[in-house]
């Protein structure tokens, strides 16, 4: 197809996600042709740095021979296997117990979904059957974060606090509570890491209280925020709400869809801490975006739970058709091997310090208040005023100015709502790739301060600034 017909195609045919429909329709697709290390090719052979790892996904990086002859060589032998009527294949059971053994120790059984949403409704359906099978079916409340992102399922979204994923979808649901995130760019300013530690555990703790702890099942989180705008919590936040759940008798899901394998520095942020929760969703990184995989791992506890006892004969009736798939198997199977023996997990805590000190240095240009990071994840939030921390108004559509002016100097990343620039740098960038990031971003940054209308929304000592 030629690429005007492709472009005309889309706008007719391919529903898009997250996006506003009409404006879609109205602006057409930008077709992606090819992929090599972190950079992507477009149709019309412009090469764009992708400093967002395709959907903070491509970990590894584009065109990983190894992957692909991994994922030839499965197809080849077995392209599909049921995990349904007690089957299995090698591969699913060999990556099953390589996350075992990779992940916290509290967590010792792993269901394979087709990605980060579906990992989650499945979490959430193991907890509601865990707690009615062991006897206790009023913990059905379930708590998260504002600005949290849980997926877009039917239930999960209801998790997720964006506006967006509850406006017309009827969500969140009843049993869906949700706490203040740890911001700590929109907390008081002067308040320290403990106080912001404390007043969420506080938050937790009232919430329960409010609700009953006998009423609540779970409380979920990412340990860093991602598509609410890379919220990044104090050292200590994580383990400091795990151990109030274990206080309160609730169960603690880390979300690290986003967060996994390598993301941070290690390959789990839970790692960190040294937390241990009783359920963990991944996807994106496990098969680096190569091809359609999640998991939710959970500790033995839960399972024996939702096992029952041996007399009993009822199944378990939650599944799909494409769980433990072998070809992804294989890739994520592939993919943890570059991630150790390949090195980029080592490359990735390597080079986080440049990234970091690239992302800070920004910090002198007029249009950016904070600058945060945590391994190869992180953000810049841009602000209409460095003092008052003031948000520009939505009127003046930054992120899609942002967002323009970045794919003129060939640069991919994410442009939030709310002026927040997200980065998802694949793990195997190097010095060349960081340079290459940090001046293309500060380009695109003064090419958007140079519009009029930007230069007269900025107030204050960010005015003097420019």
């Given at each position: 197809m030629t690429k005007s017909s492709l472009i005309d195609a889309d706008r007719k045919h391919l529903i898009h996600p997250v996006i506003n429909y009409r404006a879609h329709e109205a602006r057409g697709t930008t077709v992606l042709e090819s992929g090599h290390g972190a950079y992507l090719r477009d149709i019309d052979g412009n090469e764009l740095l992708d400093a967002f790892a395709g959907l903070w996904c491509v970990n590894v990086g584009y065109g990983q021979q190894s992957i692909v002859e991994a994922a030839t060589r499965q197809m080849t032998k077995l392209p599909y296997a049921t995990t349904y009527f007690h089957f299995s294949s090698e591969p699913a059971i060999e990556l099953a117990e390589k996350l075992v053994a990779l992940s916290p120790?509290?967590?010792?059984?792993v269901y394979f979904t087709l990605g980060g949403s579906d990992a989650v409704d499945s979490a959430i359906r193991f907890i509601t059957h865990y707690f009615n099978a062991t006897g206790r079916p009023a913990k059905k409340q379930m708590i998260a974060l504002e600005r949290g992102y849980h997926g877009s399922s039917s239930v999960g979204a209801g998790l997720t606090a964006l506006p967006a994923f509850h406006r017309n979808f009827d969500l969140p649901l009843p049993h869906q509570h949700h706490l203040p995130s740890p911001y700590a760019y929109r907390q008081p300013q002067g308040e320290n890491a403990q106080a912001l530690i404390a007043a969420s555990v506080a938050a937790l703790e009232a919430k329960v209280t409010s609700l009953g702890a006998q009423n609540v099942a779970a409380f979920f989180c990412?340990?860093?925020?991602?598509?609410?705008?890379?919220?990044?919590?104090?050292?200590?936040?994580?383990?400091?709400?795990?151990?109030?759940?274990?206080?309160?008798?609730?169960?603690?899901?880390?979300?690290?869809?986003?967060?996994?394998?390598?993301?941070?520095?290690?390959?789990?942020?839970?790692?960190?801490?040294?937390?241990?929760p009783d359920l963990m969703t991944v996807a994106k990184g496990l098969t680096s975006g190569y091809a359609p995989m999640g998991a939710v791992l959970m500790s033995d506890e839960i399972y024996q739970g939702i096992a029952g006892d041996a007399r009993d004969t009822a199944v378990v009736g939650h599944g799909q058709t494409y769980s433990a798939h072998p070809v992804s198997a294989a890739i994520g199977l592939e993919v943890l091997r570059l991630y150790h023996e390949g090195g980029l997990l080592a490359n990735g805590i390597a080079q986080a310090p440049r990234f970091a000190a690239g992302l800070d240095a920004l910090l002198d240009h007029p249009l950016v208040g904070d600058s945060r990071h945590r391994g190869l994840l992180g953000a810049l939030e841009l602000v209409a005023d460095k003092d008052s921390r003031a948000r520009f108004d939505p009127s003046l559509k930054l992120p899609d100015r942002i967002a323009a002016a970045a794919y003129r100097n060939r640069l991919g990343f994410r442009a939030f709502g709310d002026s927040i620039l997200g980065f998802a740098p694949a793990l195997c960038f190097g010095e060349a790739e960081f340079d290459q990031l940090f001046s293309r971003l500060r380009r695109t940054l003064d090419e958007v301060l140079d519009h009029a209308e930007v230069r007269a929304a900025l107030r204050g000592a960010s005015r003097a600034a420019a």
């Open positions: 120790a509290s967590l010792q059984h990412e340990p860093i925020q991602g598509s609410g705008g890379v919220i990044v919590p104090p050292v200590g936040w994580l383990k400091a709400m795990r151990d109030a759940c274990r206080r309160l008798d609730i169960l603690f899901v880390a979300d690290e869809v986003i967060t996994g394998f390598g993301r941070t520095g290690p390959l789990f942020a839970c790692e960190a801490e040294q937390v241990e």
